[in-house]
């Protein structure tokens, strides 16, 4: 691992008519504030970015580029570094902070609303791509959750997650998607929804979010287990091939289940389940393929 020197600051005292001179030397870990963030899982290999948001170590990516992962790493094109903790996630606004054990230059947040036809530039793994603002309140199938920025910018496998800057080089948004109705137009999730994120109580290891979650061939659940006694839980099923799937929903006596809408631009749904009766229940979700048992308790 390279420590690169970002500042050094030469101190000089007089001590008994002699001269002491010594330095206090700052070093980062990371030199860049974006990474790229490489995931994990039972059900396969995914790729995005990231963009550290403090001095040591937390960064932002999408939610869906580590949903039921079981190892997740960042790296630059010198060195790799484990995540060793999940500090918040969101399903929902896809998006999610982890912590890694380093380092790190930060981001600057913009303070400003961008507008229509604002400049704007996200990453593509190793160049800058410009394009501009079209929508700055996007809605995608019947989004229930967040709007988003449309962007002109033709957003590439590998490029979830990362940072949307305005023309001063400030964050304004995370890079999302690619739109799958309309040709080299993108999605962002404005900073607003980070500014909102709930933060765990007490930080996941990467190996417990990996058991609290379900990974099928074609979908994911957020959660494994859920708890219904106080009325009606929701969990999140994850697809990467959205509507196209046909998920099929079995739930045993006690409990009943019922489907919401396709949203996210139709790549992620919830599944709302109320409990009828004491004793644990469990709902079956199947793509197919795979199944993913829910216990309800």
């Known amino acids: 691992m390279k420590n690169k020197i970002i500042a050094v600051a030469v101190v000089i005292l007089l001590i008994g008519g002699g001269i002491l001179t010594f330095c ?14 490489s995931a994990t899982g039972s059900d396969g290999h995914s790729e995005g970015l990231g ?8 960064l932002v990516t999408n939610y869906h580029v580590i949903a039921g992962a079981s190892s997740i790493t960042v ?10 903790n999940i500090l918040a996630y969101d399903a929902h606004t896809d998006l999610a902070v982890l912590k890694i054990d380093a380092r790190t230059n930060s981001v600057t947040f913009s303070d ?8 704007v530039t996200a990453y593509n793994k ?11 309140e996007m809605t995608a ?69 990996y058991k609290m979650t379900y990974c099928g061939d074609e979908i994911r659940a957020t959660e494994s287990i859920v708890y219904a006694d106080e009325g009606t839980a929701v969990v999140t099923l994850i697809s990467p091939l959205g509507d196209g799937v046909i998920l099929d929903c079995v739930t045993s006596d006690g409990a009943t289940s019922q489907w919401g809408k396709w949203y996210q631009d139709g790549t992620m749904i ?3 389940i109320t409990k009828n009766s004491s004793e644990d229940s469990s709902v079956v979700v199947s793509d197919g393929s795979s199944k993913a048992v829910i216990t309800i308790k």
């Open 141 to 209: 199938s019947d989004e229930p959750y967040c709007t988003f920025y449309s962007v002109d910018i033709a957003i590439e496998s590998g490029m979830s997650g990362g940072a949307l800057l305005n023309s001063e080089n400030e964050v304004i948004g995370t890079v999302s998607r690619m739109s799958k109705t309309e040709e080299n137009i993108g999605f962002a999730i404005p900073t607003a929804y980070l500014n909102e994120l709930e933060y765990l109580v007490e930080p996941l290891s990467v190996s417990d979010f």
């Open 75 to 84: 790296y630059d094109e010198e060195q790799t570094f484990t995540v060793e």
């Open 112 to 119: 400003k609303t961008p507008d229509k036809d604002d400049t």
């Open 24 to 37: 206090i030397v700052s070093r980062t870990d990371i030199e860049s504030p974006y990474i790229r963030v």
């Open 270 to 272: 919830d599944l709302y």
């Open 51 to 58: 963009y550290f948001i403090s001095k040591d170590g937390k």
């Open 126 to 136: 190793s160049m800058l791509l410009e394009g501009t603002i079209l929508r700055t």
